[in-house]
């Protein structure tokens, strides 16, 4: 499979880019203008940049991991997320469509969505399917549902050949430490290290799904491969844990003794308490089934943060 990847600079693109490589594809990394000079430039604004990207990428698969996704954000400035989430998908599908005009090539596109398009959800409607209506309670969800309407509009009506992954929350080394999970190994790195033995956290009762990122991505590539076009596939463990067994676990393999404290500047404004997901139509649709144990997920993470100051230093 040849394959071009948006957003290969970011956590989940860096990983999908390196396990299609390892699975024998062809794998073109496409980022932004202040990326590495390796990755092929596109501007989701422009046009002109995504008919440059497929033209030389030749693909037969374009997964779009390109997005704002740090919910934090999209809530200080909604439009930015609006404009870069479901603007920039527009333009992807139409330079995908005027690229099958002039190659006769139909590329399959795997639009990668989100878990937080399901907002609040009853514990009741747990473990959460593909038909149940989004309920997005952020401008981010908001903005990852508005794009898949999109996706799914032009895969009835124009031929668009695609399929939606609404991940749940994914973790592993490479992941930006303004997400909770790195946060907390980072914190706990320094004070192993010497350091004051307080953390701050935010909500800690919020029960996810978390899956390692590597089993997330080699999700998508058995998606682009065998997924049925206009379908959306749940990528998820299929169990639920909360913050605080996470952060319970990244302390005993920290081994060190620490004080917890809440942080009002962590907590967000719209959390949903539970959220964990299905896998049954992705399964039976690849047979793809995780690989890595939560603890050895946490122990990499935790790893990597201990390796950051010296990294850094």
């Given at each position: 499979?040849?394959?071009?990847?948006?957003?290969a600079?970011?956590?989940?693109?860096?990983h999908?880019?390196?396990?299609?490589?390892?699975?024998?594809?062809?794998?073109?990394?496409?980022?932004?203008?202040?990326?590495?000079?390796?990755?092929?430039?596109?501007?989701?604004?422009?046009i002109?940049s995504?008919?440059?990207?497929?033209?030389l990428?030749?693909?037969?698969?374009?997964?779009?991991?390109?997005?704002?996704?740090?919910v934090?954000?999209?809530?200080?400035?909604?439009t930015?997320?609006?404009?870069?989430?479901?603007?920039?998908?527009?333009?992807l599908?139409?330079?995908?469509?005027?690229?099958?005009?002039?190659?006769?090539?139909?590329?399959?596109?795997?639009?990668?969505?989100?878990?937080?398009?399901?907002?609040?959800?009853?514990s009741?409607?747990?473990?959460?399917?593909?038909?149940?209506?989004?309920?997005?309670?952020?401008?981010?969800a908001?903005?990852?549902?508005?794009?898949?309407?999109?996706?799914?509009?032009?895969?009835?009506?124009?031929?668009?050949?695609?399929?939606?992954?609404?991940?749940?929350?994914?973790?592993?080394?490479?992941?930006?430490?303004?997400?909770?999970?790195?946060?907390?190994?980072?914190?706990?790195?320094?004070?192993?290290?010497?350091?004051?033995?307080?953390?701050?956290?935010g909500n800690?009762?919020?029960?996810?799904?978390?899956?390692?990122?590597?089993d997330?991505?080699?999700?998508?590539?058995?998606?682009?491969?065998?997924?049925?076009?206009?379908?959306?596939?749940?990528?998820?463990?299929?169990?639920?844990?909360s913050?605080?067994?996470?952060?319970?676990?990244?302390?005993?393999?920290?081994?060190?003794?620490?004080?917890v404290?809440?942080?009002?500047?962590?907590?967000?404004?719209?959390?949903?308490?539970?959220?964990?997901?299905?896998?049954?139509?992705?399964?039976?649709?690849?047979?793809?089934?995780?690989?890595?144990?939560?603890?050895?997920?946490?122990?990499?993470?935790?790893?990597?943060?201990?390796?950051?100051?010296?990294?850094?230093?």
């Open positions: 499979m040849r394959a071009l990847v948006t957003g600079s970011g956590f989940v693109g860096r999908l880019v390196e396990h299609l490589a390892a699975n024998g594809h062809t794998a073109t990394a496409a980022g932004g203008p202040h990326d590495a000079e390796e990755m092929l430039p596109i501007d989701l604004r422009d002109d995504l008919h440059a990207a497929l033209d990428a030749r693909p037969g698969a374009v997964f779009h991991l390109a997005a704002q996704a740090f934090p954000r999209s809530i200080e400035d909604p930015e997320t609006y404009a870069t989430n479901v603007v920039g998908t527009a333009n599908l139409q330079a995908l469509r005027e690229h099958r005009r002039r190659s006769g090539t139909n590329v399959r596109l795997v639009f990668v969505s989100s878990a937080e398009v399901y907002g609040a959800q009853p009741h409607a747990m473990p959460l399917t593909e038909t149940l209506a989004p309920n997005p309670v952020n401008p981010y908001a903005s990852k549902a508005a794009a898949e309407a999109i996706v799914l509009g032009e895969v009835r009506s124009l031929g668009v050949d695609a399929v939606i992954t609404r991940a749940f929350n994914h973790i592993g080394p490479g992941q930006n430490e303004r997400f909770a999970v790195p946060a907390f190994a980072t914190q706990l790195a320094a004070i192993a290290a010497g350091g004051d033995p307080v953390m701050l956290v800690l009762e919020a029960k996810r799904d978390f899956l390692d990122v590597r997330v991505v080699a999700a998508y590539a058995a998606l682009a491969q065998h997924g049925k076009s206009g379908e959306i596939y749940n990528v998820c463990s299929g169990t639920a844990a913050m605080r067994d996470i952060l319970s676990e990244l302390i005993r393999i920290a081994h060190v003794p620490v004080e404290r809440e942080d009002p500047a962590r907590m967000r404004p719209a959390d949903v308490p539970l959220l964990y997901g299905s896998n049954a139509k992705l399964r039976e649709a690849t047979d793809w089934v995780p690989a890595i144990p939560l603890r050895a997920t946490l122990q990499d993470v935790y790893r990597e943060a201990q390796m950051r100051p010296l990294r850094h230093g």
